[in-house]
């Protein structure tokens, strides 16, 4: 295993899994065999806490500190299991992160899950999977069989004392069932829209009863925190943020693509080892974290990459999947593509998001025919004041949504004027192609 690169360093690059018994001769199901054995669950909490893991899925939230809220057992009213889900949703536009993880090593997302169940006091581990993800379904479901029947799943396992039961679901494919709270009502086999908290998860969750959900990669850094120690993994980064990251490259590079690298990478790096900027060569700006983060521009190329300084550089890490655009993309038909998304993908819960996106998506798509009006770029000014800021709508899908309008337009405002005023994208228009 790369040092530099533990998660997907034994990742083989045809994707085809490890059986059980290669995956132990690479020395997987030490660290549960360690965990299991030698610490408590608050002694394997404690070092994840130690290790700074912030949370792969979006928003960056310390793990340790989610589970502390999980209830011990006896704490938790009423009788029934307690659950720790795995969320494999990923339908971000440009995440393709945790494709990988669920392919390539799903004995590693096994391990870490077993700890985190553990560590969670929880019984029942789910892995939710985007249903378009075949591979990663089929290869997550063998593995988990093979753990089952030597003994790392089930009752008593390795003589801990601890049981605990694991399976798959397949997502019913659409993207707000990536969100916590929808993705619980899924698996209830309700609509998926997102529940009012509180009652968060951990106090009532799945069926009622106290849940974890965390990002695949989240789960898939903890078989080497409680393997290699906190110390370890927080010398892994470049910043305060412990660990590597699974980035991804795409949009205009040469080589789109996954890059495990220290959280702290910057964009530049990156972009290099992708093969550099493609089309005109030239870097207009990126998104640094998926389809709902803000645009950043060449002088931000710089900062290190991690939750923190993207936050204070006004854009958001998310997923750490970065989309490129050189000088032949245009911004306003990047987000157009977005917004479209967006609007289709909406649950329809809650009226700014249900009512607001459709009407955004009509005058992108008007500015990007050249057929808009001055008036519009105020119209979507004001959606983004009105419904961008957290809080708003009932999830986070609609102010996503604005992240890259609000800062599109505030970055390149010229740029949406020139649509109006010339009746045209003058970025088509000059490079003789059509846009991202
Ligand atoms: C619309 C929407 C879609 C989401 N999709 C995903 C997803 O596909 N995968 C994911 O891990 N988190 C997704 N999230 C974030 C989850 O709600 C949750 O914060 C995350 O799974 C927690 O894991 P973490 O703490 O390990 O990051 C989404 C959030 C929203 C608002
Ligand atoms: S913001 Fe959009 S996706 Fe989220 S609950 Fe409201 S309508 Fe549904």
Request: aromatic share 8%; hydrophobic share 40%; net charge neutral.
């Amino acid at each position: 295993m790369s040092a530099e690169q533990p998660l997907t360093g034994r990742a083989r690059p045809d994707r085809r899994p490890h059986t059980l018994k290669e995956w132990r001769k690479l020395g997987g199901y030490d660290a549960v065999e360690r965990g299991l054995k030698t610490m408590t669950p608050e002694e394997v909490l404690d070092t994840v806490a130690a290790a700074n893991l912030n949370g792969r899925g979006g928003a960056g939230f310390p793990a340790a500190t989610k589970w502390r809220f999980m209830p011990k057992p006896g704490d938790a009213p009423g009788d029934g299991p307690s659950y720790f889900i795995v969320n494999g949703d990923e339908m971000e536009p440009g995440a393709f992160k945790d494709r990988i993880l669920l392919e390539a090593v799903p004995h590693q997302l096994i391990e870490g899950a077993i700890l985190a169940a553990y560590a969670t006091y929880s019984s029942e581990i789910i892995v939710l999977i985007r249903d378009a993800y075949r591979d990663a379904i089929a290869n997550m479901t063998r593995a988990i069989a093979e753990a089952e029947k030597a003994g790392y799943l089930g009752k008593n396992v390795l003589g801990s004392g601890f049981d605990v039961k694991m399976w798959v679901h397949p997502s019913a494919g659409r993207y707000i069932v990536g969100e916590e709270t929808a993705l619980i009502e899924a698996l209830e086999g309700k609509r998926a829209v997102p529940r009012k908290r509180p009652p968060f998860p951990a106090q009532s969750g799945l069926w009622g009863r106290p849940t974890t959900v965390n990002n695949v990669e989240t789960v898939s850094c903890v078989s080497h925190i409680v393997g290699n120690g906190a110390q370890w993994f927080r010398a892994l980064s470049r910043t305060e943020e412990g660990g590597t990251k699974v980035f991804g490259v795409s949009g205009r590079v040469n080589k789109p693509q996954i890059i495990e690298a220290p959280m702290g990478t910057t964009a530049a790096e990156l972009i290099e080892r992708a093969g550099g900027v493609s089309g005109t060569g030239v870097l207009r700006c990126f998104q640094p974290g998926g389809g709902a983060s803000g645009f950043l521009e060449p002088a931000e190329a710089d900062i290190p990459l991690d939750f923190g300084h993207v936050a204070k550089a006004g854009s958001m890490f998310g997923t750490g999947t970065m989309i490129v655009l050189d000088e032949s993309a245009c911004p306003v038909g990047v987000i157009a593509r977005h917004i479209a998304f967006y609007a289709r993908e909406s649950c329809g819960w809650c009226t700014p998001c249900r009512d607001g996106l459709p009407w955004v998506a009509q005058i992108m798509a008007r500015l990007e025919r050249g057929e808009g009006r001055m008036e519009d770029l105020q119209v979507l000014r004001d959606t983004v004041e009105i419904a961008g800021p957290r809080g708003r709508t009932f999830c986070d899908l609609m102010g996503g949504a604005m992240s890259p309008l609000g800062t599109g337009l505030a970055r390149f405002g010229d740029l949406f004027e020139a649509h109006v005023r010339e009746g045209c994208c003058p970025i088509a228009r000059d490079y003789g192609r059509a846009v991202a």
